[in-house]
């Protein structure tokens, strides 16, 4: 099979798809239009699919809206042309979907994974901003695909396509696994709750721009990733008149501002980087009210998932003893959260192999750096932990903006060879 | 004249007047409606009347909103009613009015003074609530008339027209201040700067409401003002991708609550109550970006003007310095203010002698403490300096829940008798 | 009775004894020396003597040194001069003597106190302080009398002779207290518990050197007592490597640091002044090692009892939850304290009118503040709980620097009329 | 030559200086005899011998002890032996020496550098300890050789007596450093500064004792070094009446407490590994006294000289934003400091070969990492800016505890081995 020549096929395709994804972004754990899209289309091409609470464990989702929050991006969906019935299925906000296609010959067990959500980030309205230029920009206040998840979806399909093209030829099972919900590192752990990987051999997860910003090139393989925890601190005390009786108040506000102190003051750890971020704090209502409510969003960070583990459990204890400080109360919550991991250098420099002899790419880098935190480390490490193997790679592309940048966006012809090559990993490892 | 029987014959107007004052109440700095009404009523019952930059110095108004929101009112007024001339000349906030009364014989200058604001308070909504059940709830989301001033205004109007109609008996000459911006402490300043207590011999403040919260009471002094600074602080820095580079970011977080912190480890006073308190802080965007803007909102207090100067300079030494410690930058603002004061005996004396012998009260009290801020205080210091003599006086009535309180409302039969003393006290000290 | 005349003949005794007293200062709980002489005259003069555990409850003693300190101070006591079957009797540092005689005729309970203990301050050693210049400096390295005490002493076994001279004239029963560690606030609690103001019917304390710092003066009232509570809290972490393994290690200095500024941030009280003071802060070994302990020295104070218990409640709740941020363990320790106290009216009005007819002072002030603590209270709030009055006076001197400076001295000249007065007070109150 | 045979020779020599310098420890800028002791026997050997403000430049010098405390010192020393001459040449602290031999031959430069001075411990006193056992315990109260620079100095005197006696054979010029003052990395920027390694092609740095703790070993190179910084702030505030007068107060304790949680609050460093630590607060003198002094010992560290100018740059301004806090003074002083240093992988692999040659050791290390600060750095950082290159080395050796305990010893079988070794490499860099 000729894969950049059904890759290139697919590519007008693969743009309009990227397109519509783009002009209505969902953001974390709302992604009913484009999980519908995505559960129709796989169905159309003869995958199972699963979605909704099969491939969505409940108990594992971090970070979720309130229900009437999700119930009115349902009904949203609905009005902007998404089927019903798959709707219905993902209620909740569990709008994962895999895809499975399971080949005659007997074969390895492959997945690929794309994430589909979009960020709380207000796009640029401007004739400098090609997606308002050429028609294509949010039209959800406040939200925008703003880290290319809308690529990696429209990629993923083509790769779908590509692939259940090629089926009389390939051999094993293959899943292709649509997440949600990876802003925030909300949304890979359900997955893996849910078993989506159990009994994958090999993994892979790709993102579109890295640091060089340059077309044509492929990063075969990516390590630095941090391990990281997303924490909200509610604190609660009670008000009371500032000038006739402030000691009948319990102060919320001094509490949430000893906590963020405190928590910036936990100790560098000896065995590796670590970060800690007070992000957020809002606290108080009136100036001659003694505050009452206080809340505090937060971060931790590490090199290693010890170094992480410590960073959250100092902050834990540093929490609940800043509410003891000021006599309030104190309730925390997990709101999102991911694991450091490693990449597994056999199957990388396989993947090198692959990649250099497709010629499809001017430059290819045998490792990059992540330095930041993704949740598809929950994937990788439940895969290597059953034996089976995983990296993440990187496709080029200039940007317009850095990612999360209101003015982000990227060069839709790394779509193709993005498409050609998965797909030719994968059946590659799917096995001769 | 018989002051009982003119009050009761305006009885109903004035109960009137306050149910549509409480319908279309206006924050600080907003009152245009309000403020022409007053002004118009004046004109009409033939005293010269002062507004807008007249009575307002600008340079000395706090906490004015800013010039789009203060349009939007200007805009609303006049929609609900408001004449266009009246708060043409009131533009920019300068909602303050001053009707004049010269009279043939010669005598003392007397003022009085009522302040017209409502609060951000946004009014219950249940039969429970009178103004709701009887229809003269607030017809504006999120202000309400919580702390009587619509009934203080109602009854300065009955004042100025009973004594409108003595002018043939009066000596002297008559000031009737309506003062924009009494909570927050924000407006007197703004009109004493402009004059209108210059030349003033008795000073006369009135609040309906206090303490025992029961009809037929008369407080005739007060005591116990605590001088007060209203200050908000806007910190700025820089920010920062949280994992990769925390080192290039500026902490406005971190400095506004090692502020809030400092500032309430401030020293107690030795030689008198302080207050400070921090009522609000709100900080940072999101939790993966290190946080570069921050605001603290605040409130210092004194039992004397010393007191609370001794307070708000450490206020603003510690917010710099906090600035300082993070390497942000900080920007600080009065927001409000009001001094300390003191009631002058004699005159208060001479108020319970006539007070008490009206027999228009079942209970007649020398003196109570108010124990807050009033910025009536700016008014009687000045009237002070310049030899005149100042009470604050408190006229009972039974009140549905306390000042401030979104079920606030209070007895309107109180106001017959407020408006006869008012009017009978000012007639005395005009002089015979 | 001439009192006057009585104590006149007794003052180079006073003098030569204060100076006795001033050359051997002895600090709380150590007061042996001097005890063991009040023992000895007061036995001497015909009082039943009660020391040791019959006059202080071992269980309510503050701030007691350890006991080799204690054993060397014993030591110490008998080589200069101390009876040692006297201080046998005081061992452990119950170094308090209730002098007690019943008079034939039947009358009141009266009781006097008197404190003896010196202060931790090095005495200045120069020709322009007049005990050093005279040779009655301190011998003792360290510790000095300079708040009084040992006039105090001096004047109180002048006041026990001149009524055990007048015993046949007198009725009731007399009761002269002499306390330890009046310093710190840390030895009447003990005396009261043990029993020893129980059935008083009027209670007298008294103190040299009041703000006027003049002679011929005498303020028959106190009032103004702060409630005070002393405090120590010690921090143990874990100590580590600061650069090698910063993480492994428990940080008692910051938990020190946090818990000094939370404290200075407890919220004013509306209802009377509060004070909060952390005097010593001491941690850590090594600029490189993570510091393993940490110890904080404060007080509380209170316009009344119930202010000083909110301070003193906050303070022990902060403390802990300073120790929790950090994860280190802390024990705090009473280490003084004191009540409010209110003064008998009554009483201080036929104090007042005695002392007047005396003549024997050019001013008579009826009442002074305090604005400081005095566990006299202790004694004072017991009488009064059990139907007695109680009163607390000052006696005008100059005085040659402020109370607890190097350089105190004051006018020995006072010590008589105080004498004389004491005396004839206790004399009037006996009874008839 | 035989180097192994020639170090053999003296092992018996070493040993016993190294006993004679173990019972006389100095502290840093103190070595007065030890210095005295290495300048004669370098002098007799036949070098070149600088010391004094030859080899020391005053500016640089870093935690200098006060002049009375070196004047003593020096005293000390002679009264134990010391020659007064080299004592004279050497006062004011400038205890370091420098052996110059110029060969015959041309060649290379090389410079050996040892350090002399001992730790501020107090040496453990048991028959368990050997040196007490033995009788060589430290005769200084609170100082003790708990690093092993007792050692040092006995092994470079060996290697100056090896490479003297081998002269004839040898090529270039050779420098034998003898560093006073490396604990808390005072001493050797100032040796830098006065131009002791100016023009050196090969510098050679030592320590014995390394993680395994075995003998036998050689580790060849050291990476690893954390550039550090040591600082001391002096706060200096106003003290006050705690109850009477707080707000007269300037409460230079809190300024402390909030320096040293604010410190630990300096962001993480993106590009590496950053440390800070406060290892002593010492604050305030009574309990109910403002407290008006304090001081704050501390230091920071990074992986690269860049990251620990970023800290104590963070550490500079909070100290002052934190006097400014309270409105303190505080003066800071830098009392030692080290760069970073990376090593020269070239002369590494060389030293690798020849060491590996000898036989001398079972186990040749390439490389280690010290995680930890020396101030070699700043001779080794010197050399390589001049075009030379640098390398340190570890000697391996049982040890009784950790460097800096107590109870520290090590396995004086190790010098000569050590001894060979370090005049072997000499000889060969050198040149042939």
């Known amino acids: 099979m000729d894969f950049t020549k059904e890759a290139q096929a697919l590519q007008e395709k693969m743009i309009a798809r990227r397109r519509d994804f783009h002009r209505h972004p969902e953001s974390a754990w709302t992604e009913y239009r484009t999980a519908a899209f995505v559960a129709q289309t796989l169905?159309?091409?003869?995958?199972?699919?699963?979605?909704?609470?099969?491939?969505?464990?409940?108990?594992?989702?971090?970070?979720?809206?309130?229900?009437?929050?999700?119930?009115?991006?349902?009904?949203?969906?609905?009005?902007?042309?998404?089927?019903?019935?798959?709707?219905?299925?993902?209620?909740?906000?569990?709008?994962?979907?895999?895809?499975?296609?399971?080949?005659?010959?007997?074969?390895?067990?492959?997945?690929?994974?794309?994430?589909?959500?979009?960020?709380?980030?207000?796009?640029?309205?401007?004739?400098?901003?090609?997606?308002?230029?050429?028609?294509?920009?949010?039209?959800?206040?406040?939200?925008?695909?703003?880290?290319?998840?809308?690529?990696?979806?429209?990629?993923?399909?083509?790769?779908?396509?590509?692939?259940?093209?090629?089926?009389?030829?390939?051999?094993?099972?293959?899943?292709?696994?649509?997440?949600?919900?990876?802003?925030?590192?909300?949304?890979?752990?359900?997955?893996?709750?849910?078993?989506?990987?159990?009994?994958?051999?090999?993994?892979?997860?790709?993102?579109?721009?890295?640091?060089?910003?340059?077309?044509?090139?492929?990063?075969?393989?990516?390590?630095?990733?941090?391990?990281?925890?997303?924490?909200?601190?509610?604190?609660?005390?009670?008000?009371s008149h500032a000038g006739a009786a402030p000691e009948q108040g319990k102060n919320a506000l001094l509490a949430a501002a000893a906590s963020s102190i405190a928590v910036h003051s936990i100790s560098r750890h000896g065995k590796g980087a670590s970060r800690i971020n007070v992000g957020v704090l809002q606290a108080g209502t009136g100036r001659n009210v003694l505050p009452d409510r206080a809340v505090v969003k937060l971060e931790t960070r590490g090199a290693t998932t010890e170094i992480n583990e410590f960073m959250i459990s100092e902050v834990k204890r540093m929490v609940q003893a800043s509410a003891m400080l000021y006599d309030v109360k104190v309730e925390t919550e997990i709101m999102g959260g991911a694991p450091s991991c490693s990449l597994d250098k056999e199957m990388g420099e396989k993947v090198c192999e692959l990649v250099t002899a497709t010629g499809r790419f001017g430059e290819v880098v045998p490792l990059v750096s992540l330095g930041a935190s993704e949740d598809c480390a929950y994937f990788m490490e439940r895969v290597q932990q059953q034996g089976g193997q995983a990296i993440y790679s990187m496709l080029g592309t200039p940007i317009a903006a850095g990612h999360h940048n209101f003015r982000f966006d990227f060069d839709e012809s790394c779509l193709a060879a993005g498409a050609a090559t998965s797909a030719e990993l994968a059946a590659a490892f799917l096995g001769a």
């Open 43 to 239: 169905t159309e091409l003869g995958y199972e699919v699963a979605c909704g609470a099969q491939v969505i464990a409940e108990a594992a989702m971090m970070g979720v809206p309130e229900a009437d929050v999700l119930a009115e991006h349902e009904k949203r969906a609905v009005a902007e042309g998404a089927d019903p019935a798959w709707v219905a299925k993902m209620a909740g906000g569990k709008t994962g979907v895999v895809g499975t296609m399971r080949f005659a010959k007997p074969g390895k067990t492959v997945a690929l994974r794309f994430d589909m959500d979009a960020n709380d980030v207000e796009e640029a309205k401007d004739e400098g901003h090609r997606p308002y230029k050429e028609g294509f920009a949010s039209c959800h206040a406040g939200v925008m695909h703003a880290c290319g998840h809308d690529g990696h979806t429209a990629l993923g399909l083509a790769v779908a396509e590509i692939l259940a093209g090629a089926r009389d030829e390939l051999c094993g099972t293959l899943k292709l696994i649509f997440q949600p919900a990876e802003e925030g590192v909300r949304g890979a752990r359900a997955m893996v709750e849910a078993g989506v990987v159990d009994g994958v051999d090999y993994f892979f997860g790709l993102h579109l721009g890295f640091n060089a910003n340059k077309a044509g090139q492929f990063a075969c393989t990516t390590d630095g990733f941090l391990a990281t925890t997303k924490l909200d601190a509610r604190f609660t005390g009670l008000s």
